[in-house]
Each structure stands twice: as structure tokens, then as C-alpha cells.
């Protein structure tokens, strides 16, 4: 998004179109705090110290006050601003959106970071990854669209912004056409996984002592 990316009537216009449950937007200036003014519905932003952008949630649903994890950090200068993950609570259902650094040893470590703070309960890890390759997390897939998503210089292709998930199930996902953005957006529609199951304490039940829930969730990224 940032000045020159996608503006706030393009982020409406989207979500017109696609109608998401859950929204999850990098590089988000203040501009994109009018949101909810257009479309209604519920919004969160979380910015970045020394910089114009942060991590933004938008969704139709109330949700309470996403929290900020804070990313491993690169001890060279001048490699800031430090990054933070955002993490949203919506239903059963954690979000981790993040825009990890491009170091490729260092958004590793970032990632394992948001892993261990989600670990043993449904959730997905969303955002701009800024990694090359194949991405390794023990009980993480990715079930992310498999088609590059950014052009570096309008030429290489990357497939950066990527979906990573724990007790979910992805029934589809797709890379969506070019907007204003350099990135594509990515839209999945996930499920908590059939093996999964919610205690109303909020404790995990036992698979014989509950029925199963299957909730669904139609979510969009830009």
C-alpha cells in the first residue's frame, strides 16, 4: 500500500468484490484507517516505529484487540525498522499477518518465532513472507497459491506472499490479477481442520469427549 501502492477506495472495491471474513493488509499507512468509514465492519492497525506503514486487519466481524509479537532483528545497522507480527483472534481461528524481513536466514527465524506463539491451536500464519524457496515449519503447511505473486522490477517473478496453517484445512486458493499493488492478493477460504476440536473453556477437548467442529472461514489478503 504505502504511497504508492493500492489506496483505501481500492481496498473497499475489494472487498466489495470478494465479500472476506477476515482481511489481513501489509505496508498500511494512516489512509487506510477510513475503512471502515466506507465499508463498515471492524478494523485494526498496527504500525511500525520510524516508519509511515504497519500491518492492518480488517473484517466484518468484532474481534477483540489484535496483540503485537515482536520479530527477531537483524544486529547490523541501519537494518531497521523492527519488525512485529500482528496477531488476531477471530473465533476459533488465529491470525498471524506478517510482513518478515528479507533476510532469508533472518525471515526464518522470524517465522519460527510466530509458529512457536501459535502452536497447538487452529491458526495461519499470512502476509508477505519476502522468502525464496521452499519454507520448512514443523506442523505448519503451506497451503498458499502456488503461482508467483510479485515481480521484482516489474521482471522476476516470486512467489513471496504465501498462507502457512496448524489444525486448518485450505478447501481453495488463488493469487488474484494485479491492482495498484506491486503484490497480488491471495485469497483462501480455510476450515478448522475435522480433527480439531473447541472446549468452551478454551481448552483442547478430546477427540471422543466432543463432536466436531467444522467452521469455516473465506479470508482475503492484500
Not at 481500492?10 to 472476506?20: F, N, Q, S, W, Y
Not at 509511515?52 to 484487540?65: C, K, N, Q, T
Not at 518465532?113 to 497447538?120: E, N, Q, V
Request: charge should be positive; hydrophobic fraction near 40%.
Amino acid at each position: 500500500m504505502r504511497i504508492t501502492g493500492a489506496a483505501v477506495e481500492d481496498v473497499a472495491a475489494l472487498i466489495g468484490r470478494e465479500k472476506p471474513d477476515v482481511m489481513l493488509m501489509q505496508e498500511a499507512t494512516q489512509h487506510i484507517e477510513a475503512l471502515p468509514h466506507m465499508v463498515g465492519g471492524h478494523f485494526h492497525r498496527l504500525s511500525w516505529l520510524g516508519r509511515i506503514h504497519g500491518l492492518a486487519v480488517w473484517s466484518p466481524h468484532r474481534f477483540a484487540a489484535p496483540r503485537a509479537l515482536s520479530l527477531p532483528a537483524s544486529r547490523l545497522p541501519g537494518r531497521l525498522p523492527r519488525r512485529r507480527a500482528q496477531l488476531v483472534q477471530i473465533g476459533d481461528v488465529q491470525f498471524a499477518n506478517v510482513h518478515l524481513s528479507h533476510g532469508q536466514l533472518l525471515n526464518r527465524r522470524q517465522l519460527a518465532r510466530c509458529a512457536a506463539a501459535l502452536r497447538g491451536k487452529p491458526a495461519a500464519i499470512i502476509g508477505d513472507f519476502n522468502m525464496v524457496g521452499r519454507v520448512e515449519l514443523p506442523d505448519f503447511r503451506d497451503v498458499g497459491p502456488r503461482e508467483p505473486t510479485h515481480f521484482a522490477s516489474n521482471v522476476v517473478p516470486f512467489r513471496l506472499d504465501r498462507c502457512l496453517v496448524h489444525f486448518l484445512d485450505c478447501r481453495s486458493a488463488s493469487a488474484l490479477a494485479f491492482g495498484p499493488s506491486d503484490h497480488r492478493p491471495i485469497r483462501l477460504e480455510l476450515a478448522i481442520a475435522d480433527h480439531w476440536n473447541v472446549d468452551p473453556t478454551g481448552l483442547r477437548a478430546r477427540p471422543e469427549h466432543r463432536p466436531t467442529r467444522r467452521d469455516r472461514f473465506r479470508r482475503l489478503y492484500r
